[in-house]
């Protein structure tokens, strides 16, 4: 596979497996966007991130866990007294796990939330909450839960899947079961039976072939891929119909190679120990070896190789000029975003101020939420390093929160949506609405070629922020008539890649 990124990590990995259909492999490590973490049958944990990502690193005061997950910038674990703990970036919220009167008994972290279910079936979820993804069910009880990119789903107690999300049209939809595990990514869910099959909803159906050729053991789904571990312990993957750059093909995955277990990295891999390369977000597929290690594989990098891009030194590191932009999300929460930082062996931290008074100092990341925001808002921004040196000041954001007006450095940013830096045949091609029995069905086309830059996008209607997706449609249901409606397409570091508008009102 010449063409394809290949990372291979070997760690020492204490494994149990039986064989037979529905005897699902117990996997102890996860692989997050940055990290691997290994847990041994004694409970500790042992983790190896990519260059420049120490603060992901495990605390040296961890204690023992019975499982571990790893997301986007964090990571938890379950005690053996059955709490959660967690560790990494705290941008929204994702290291506050709620004290649960009973035992948890499986977690997993998603992109930037985390759930888990206690003894008794609840599902407990916490981290950013944009799409109601940290609310699950009331009522309802679970064998197992799931956190992706701003969705959940679970295995209720009956067998079906239960999903949780307010993501537009993108939002997941209910399986009839029973299985036993599932897997989910940012186009669907799939889950896999008692007797070895791989059934997926039929959104996913409309793009990657159904698996046939179980029994499986073990499922994985990556951004164009279905895969499944076959009773026999060896891998086999279908991929999408379609393609364009960065999707999967079928020589992109080992197929027919032996394995224990399997498991997608929704959140995308940076490679450990390979030069922070990035594959097509959500597409990178690992598996652990018979011999404990631990092999990752993804199509086509899309991204540079960003250490050639970084600093030569340290001081210039920290003298980095840094762009912001924000988004106001309602009076009282505001999110700003700044250049993502290229690391020089070090680690760089930002430090963040509101009127002159510092609010926190966060690891290296590309946004940070200010949920006790003012109405009018000066943020400045500088880098601080492991050797403790400190950047000058950023130029001023200046964020009114009443009037939704941003400034960055007596300007409008370059990314504002509200200006549209891009013209409108950059990404979009058309924008359309349609009646629906309740609201209006809005839709849109975009380039092709543009495809893997986008995150998602993001939906005002009359200046308000009303929602976010991943699907290239939105079901109005707020207004029919006179209104403004604006889909912005978002990049995976929060920007404004392009934005278009529908309705009269629109200025």
């Given amino acids: 596979m010449p063409n394809n990124l290949k990372f291979i990590v070997t760690l020492l990995v204490l494994w149990s497996t039986s064989s037979g259909v529905g005897a699902q492999p117990q996997a102890h490590y996860s692989v997050g966007e940055s990290q691997i973490c290994v847990l041994s049958d004694d409970g500790e944990v042992t983790c190896t991130v990519s260059p420049g990502f120490k603060r992901l690193l495990p605390p040296s005061n961890l204690p023992q866990l019975t499982a571990v ?36 008994t499986q977690i997993n972290a998603g992109h930037n ?64 079961g029973p299985f036993i595990d599932l897997d989910m990514q940012t186009q669907g869910v799939c889950g896999l039976t008692a007797s070895g099959n791989v059934v997926c909803n039929s959104l996913i159906n409309s793009l990657v072939p159904v698996l046939t050729n179980g029994p499986y053991i073990d499922l994985a789904t990556t951004f164009g891929a279905v895969c499944g571990l076959k009773d026999n312990n060896t891998l086999d993957c279908n991929t999408a119909r379609y393609s364009f750059t960065g999707l999967p093909d079928f020589d992109d995955y080992p197929l027919g190679e ?25 597409t990178t597929l690992c598996g652990e070896r018979f011999d404990g290690s631990i092999d990752c594989w993804s199509p086509s990098a899309l991204f540079p190789d960003l250490a050639n891009d970084s600093a030569s030194s340290a001081e210039s590191t920290i003298d980095m000029r840094l762009d912001m932009d924000a988004r106001i999300y309602g009076v009282g929460s505001v999110e700003i975003f700044w250049t993502p930082v290229s690391q020089a062996g070090v680690d760089v931290e930002v430090e963040i101020f509101r009127n002159g008074v510092l609010l926190e100092r966060t690891p290296a990341r590309q946004s940070y939420v200010d949920r006790a925001a003012l109405t009018d808002n000066v943020y400045q921004i500088r880098l601080v390093n492991d050797l403790g040196l400190v950047g000058s000041l ?34 979009f091609t058309s924008l359309n609405s349609t009646a629906a029995s309740r609201g209006s069905l809005v839709y849109w086309t975009i380039e092709s070629d543009q495809q893997p830059l986008i995150d998602g996008y993001e939906i005002e209607l009359n200046g308000q922020r009303v929602g976010f997706t991943r699907s290239q449609m939105y079901l109005n249901l707020q207004e029919r008539v006179s209104s403004c409606l604006r889909v912005s397409a978002m990049g995976f570091d929060g920007a404004v890649l392009d934005t278009t508008h529908l309705g009269s009102s629109c200025q």
Wanted: proline share 4%; with cysteine; charged share 15%.
């Fill in 69 to 104: 997950s790893t997301g986007d910038s964090h990571a938890c674990g379950i005690t053996v007294d059955g709490r959660a703990v967690c560790w990494g970036d705290n941008s929204f919220n994702q290291l506050d796990s709620p004290t649960t009167s009973l035992p948890l």
């Fill in 113 to 176: 939330h985390t759930c888990a279910v206690d003894t008794a079936g609840q599902a407990h979820c916490w981290g950013l909450n944009t799409n109601k993804q940290t609310e699950p069910p009331a009522g309802a009880l679970f064998t197992k839960v799931h956190a992706a990119f701003t969705s959940s789903c679970g295995i209720l107690v009956n067998g079906d899947i239960s999903c949780w999300s307010t993501d537009g049209e993108r939002a997941p939809s209910d399986l009839s």
């Fill in 258 to 282: 032996s394995f224990v277990s399997i498991q997608s990295v929704e959140t995308g891999f940076s490679g450990i120990g390979n030069s922070r390369e990035f594959g097509l977000i959500g």
């Fill in 394 to 427: 950023s130029p001023e954001l200046v964020v009114n929160t009443q009037s939704n007006t941003i400034l960055f450095n007596g300007e409008l940013p370059v990314s504002a949506s509200r200006q549209n830096a891009f013209t409108a045949e950059s990404i």
